[in-house]
């Protein structure tokens, strides 16, 4: 059964660094392609950013390219998220997201592309 952990939120001040890992603890055998998204208080939960199976392939939200890494390890399907330039408006729950798929450069973009969900980690960006 795939069961998402997320790791590495917290508290920094605008303009540092965190980064985000994500593994599957279930050590299933199928390969994802995998995503981050977060959740303000208020708003909608909305895409970061997503790697594909391959890992070949990445994809951004314009609010976070250029400051954000998405990387990934697929034979142990875990993957991290490198934030740096923290803003205050970067402050969220985000969470890791994974879907199951044969397809190596297909990358997810929405909500409801991904099968699994982690239980989110907070990111609190202090101004």
């Known amino acids: 059964q795939v069961q998402l952990v997320e790791s590495g939120g917290g508290l920094v001040q605008a303009g540092g660094s965190l980064r985000l890992s994500c593994a599957d603890s279930?050590?299933?055998?199928?390969?994802?392609?995998m995503g981050w998204f977060r959740q303000a208080p208020g708003k909608e939960r909305e895409f970061v950013a997503a790697?594909?199976?391959?890992?070949?392939?990445?994809y951004y939200a314009d609010s976070v390219k250029g400051r954000f890494t998405i990387s990934g390890d697929n034979a142990k399907n875990t993957v991290d998220l490198q934030m740096n330039s923290l803003k205050a408006e970067d402050t969220a729950v985000y969470y890791c997201?994974?879907?199951?798929?044969?397809?190596?450069?297909?990358?997810?973009?929405?909500?409801?592309?991904?099968?699994?969900w982690g239980q989110g980690t907070q990111v609190t960006v202090s101004s």
């Open positions: 997201a994974a879907v199951p798929t044969y397809e190596r450069s297909w990358v997810p973009l929405y909500v409801n592309d991904y099968w699994y």
């Open positions: 790697i594909s199976r391959s890992g070949a392939a990445t």
């Open positions: 279930g050590r299933t055998s199928t390969t994802y392609a």
